[in-house]
């Protein structure tokens, strides 16, 4: 059995110690990680772990040095002070706090759409091609060498954030000065005409997909975390159709080192081959998020996930435990 598979069960909340669930933080995505980490707290608190908020990289370091906590939940969302790319994990590792999640590796790569997707390609894993966009990077001359219709973001953030569909070329610059409100460079890739599905990972287990049907025409900012009418249908495939798409995930995340519990998201073209796009090693977990519906499909309740998501602070995954 790897590493990656053994289990370690937790059964009194005592044993966990005290918990920072740390939160909110300065990266573009703070008011999503506030809304999960308040779900997150009230769910541990109300299975006995004695949880605490805090909010933000630099309050977790000072209360972490002093002593004052003995474990993190990372519910932070994104980079640049979001936790998720990285340097919140080489912190604690410094410290020798454990924490839940992916450790530096796998948080930094996954954070990166671009290098993301050089891994997934030198395995042989299905991503949209595509093309990185440095700043001052010939975006016309990128998307007639990529060819349209086209997708341009941001390279490092997540929620849907700076994200334009481009499908004529009068609408690319337009697209570009959207992503460049956020830090780092862009990404420009093929656009994926077809369903939107998303796998959840917890530990060894590959959670049921989840179709995502939003009313309008993509599954934007507004469909992920404001509207009432997306439609989430759980599993998201049948039969081998759905099996595959789980072990792709699975290798998928595996591919970038992550680890503990996470989230991969695949678009399915019009033939039925998968895409993969990203994935998000602290997803949300608000009451429109993904990973708990796709926990509650498997019979999993939001404060046993919660608690299971925790356990792998212990696994020296995420943490030195």
């Known amino acids: 059995?790897?590493?990656?598979?053994?289990?370690?069960?937790?059964?009194?909340?005592?044993d966990f110690g005290r918990v920072a669930v740390v939160m909110g933080g300065s990266s573009s995505e703070r008011e999503v990680s506030l809304d999960s980490g308040r779900g997150v707290l009230?769910?541990?608190?109300?299975?006995?772990?004695?949880?605490h908020a805090i909010d933000g990289i630099p309050a977790l370091l000072d209360a972490v040095r002093a002593g004052h906590f003995a474990?993190?939940?990372?519910?932070?969302?994104?980079?640049?002070g979001g936790g998720e790319d990285g340097v919140l994990q080489g912190a604690l590792d410094s410290l020798h706090v454990p924490y839940t999640g992916s450790g530096v590796l796998g948080s930094a790569l996954s954070m990166d759409k671009v290098r993301s997707k050089w891994v997934w390609n030198a395995l042989g894993l299905p991503t949209?091609?595509?093309?990185?966009?440095?700043?001052?990077?010939?975006?016309?001359?990128?998307?007639?060498?990529?060819?349209?219709?086209?997708?341009?973001?941001?390279?490092?953030?997540?929620?849907?954030?700076?994200?334009?569909r481009v499908f004529d070329e009068k609408d690319l610059d337009a697209a570009v000065a959207l992503g460049g409100r956020y830090p780092g460079d862009l990404l420009m890739e093929t656009l994926v005409q077809g369903g939107e599905f998303t796998v959840s990972i917890l530990k060894d287990e590959v959670l049921p997909s989840i179709k995502i049907v939003p009313k309008g025409e993509y599954y934007d900012y507004n469909a992920k975390y404001l509207?009432?009418?997306?439609?989430?249908?759980?599993?998201?495939?049948?039969?081998d159709a759905e099996g595959n798409l789980r072990a792709l995930a699975r290798q998928a995340f595996d591919a970038l080192g992550c680890s503990g519990w996470g989230r991969v998201d695949v678009m399915r073209d019009r033939d039925g081959?998968?895409?993969?796009?990203?994935?998000?090693?602290?997803?949300?977990?608000?009451?429109?998020?993904?990973?708990?519906?796709?926990?509650?499909?498997?019979?999993i309740d939001y404060p046993e996930l919660c608690w299971r998501v925790l356990e792998t602070s212990f696994d020296g995954e995420g943490g030195a435990a």
């Open 71 to 80: 474990r993190v939940f990372n519910i932070l969302h994104g980079q640049h």
């Open 42 to 51: 009230a769910a541990l608190k109300g299975r006995g772990v004695d949880a």
């Open 1 to 14: 059995m790897t590493a990656r598979n053994a289990k370690r069960r937790i059964t009194d909340a005592r």
């Open 227 to 239: 509207a009432e009418d997306t439609q989430y249908i759980c599993p998201g495939l049948d039969g």
């Open 128 to 164: 949209p091609a595509f093309v990185p966009l440095p700043r001052g990077s010939d975006v016309h001359v990128a998307a007639r060498k990529l060819g349209f219709p086209l997708i341009v973001k941001p390279a490092s953030e997540g929620s849907s954030v700076g994200v334009s």
């Open 273 to 299: 081959r998968n895409w993969l796009l990203e994935v998000n090693t602290a997803p949300g977990m608000t009451s429109h998020s993904l990973v708990p519906k796709a926990a509650e499909a498997a019979g």
